[in-house]
């Protein structure tokens, strides 16, 4: 398994829904690429001057958004993973 360091966070990117909202099956030619993750594993944190850790607003889990080009693939074991900064991370999917 990947540990990420420092303000770093491991994503498994979730798989576009190939149904609309209405129902309609897309078919699978369709490339709606969304940049939806999961949370796998965070980072250490960034060390701060008093010798503490900076916490994270994500956390293992949760659903995020995050920037498109920010991202660094890594593949282990024919599974796919996302390393990103957590300042990457635009938004938590409640």
């Known amino acids: 398994m990947l540990k990420p360091l ?3 966070v ?3 990117k979730l ?3 190939k149904k609309t909202f209405d129902g309609i099956i ?7 690429e969304k940049n939806i993750a999961k949370v796998i594993a ?7 001057e008093n010798g503490q850790r ?3 607003d994500v956390k293992v889990g949760d659903k995020v958004i995050y920037s498109q080009y920010a991202a660094t693939e890594a593949k282990i ?3 796919k993973y996302l390393v990103v900064d957590e300042k990457d991370i635009l938004a938590i999917i409640e």
């Open 26 to 32: 897309l078919p699978d030619n369709v490339n709606d």
């Open 42 to 48: 965070i980072g250490t944190g960034k060390r701060l």
């Open 15 to 17: 798989e576009a829904e």
């Open 77 to 79: 074991d024919d599974k």
């Open 54 to 56: 900076d916490s994270f």
């Open 10 to 12: 491991l994503l498994e």
């Open 6 to 8: 420092g303000q770093r």
